[in-house]
């Protein structure tokens, strides 16, 4: 089992509506959770980080933690031509290190 | 505040050949980790090294090495190159035990062996 699972589209969302992706991981003893973007041929730019259940909301950015169910999401509203990118989920193990395990990334495209 | 800055930005180098690539974190932040991102996956964790110490490898042959210097400053080093080297070579700095070590990286180096 891939210890962090991210669907790789391309994941095709109007512009305006609401972009939601979704990323799985298999270590329970995972205790933070982040989503890069990452736009071709550039580095992975932090968007959220997330410690604990429940929603956590920046502008236009809400990520999503159930623990129970191991799984994180992030939702973009009013989604942007400009979000077109790949975004990475990236889990670290139990804060012991730096050691961050990142998906494959899921590529999203916002239709104009 | 600069943040991370890595160099040389593109190199191409033959099979066989040795390279060796540069990162300084940004200031303040004393961990500094390597990762390789070939086309179509997420970055692959190769190196954390924190005040100088190596702190983890990941699943990398022992032709890639790296160290970190008093300055915190570090480079990878990769031997004996193959064609399946070629990459994006990622740092990334963390301020270890403050924002639950969030990762900066920086622009990446990209590495093509031909």
């Known amino acids: 089992q891939k210890e962090v699972e991210q669907n790789s589209g391309p994941l095709s969302v109007p512009e305006g509506a609401i972009a939601s992706l979704n990323c799985t991981y298999s270590d329970r003893g995972s205790q933070s959770f982040f989503w890069y973007r990452q736009y071709s041929g550039k580095s992975p730019e932090l968007i959220m980080s997330?410690?604990?259940?429940g929603d956590k909301e920046d502008g236009r950015f809400t990520a999503q933690l159930n623990k129970a169910s191991q799984y994180v999401s992030l939702l973009i509203r009013d989604s942007q031509p400009s979000d077109s990118a790949t975004y990475l989920c990236a889990v670290n193990l139990m804060n012991r290190d730096d050691k961050i395990i990142f998906g494959k990334g899921t590529r999203l495209h916002i239709l104009p | 505040d600069a943040g991370v800055t890595q160099s040389p930005t593109h190199l191409i180098k033959t099979r066989g050949q040795q390279v060796t690539l540069r990162c300084s974190p940004i200031?303040?932040?004393?961990?500094v980790s390597w990762y390789q991102q070939v086309l179509g996956q997420g970055p692959q964790f190769i190196f954390q090294?924190?005040?100088?110490?190596?702190?983890g490898r990941g699943n990398f042959p022992d032709r890639f090495s790296a160290r970190q210097f008093p300055n915190y400053s570090s480079e990878l080093n990769v031997n004996a190159l193959l064609l399946g080297d070629s990459a994006l070579y990622l740092c990334a700095s963390s301020f270890v035990g403050f924002d639950k070590n969030i990762q900066y990286f920086g622009a990446g180096t990209r590495l093509s062996v031909l």
């Open positions: 997330i410690y604990s259940n």
């Open positions: 090294y924190y005040e100088k110490e190596e702190r």
């Open positions: 200031s303040g932040h004393k961990s």
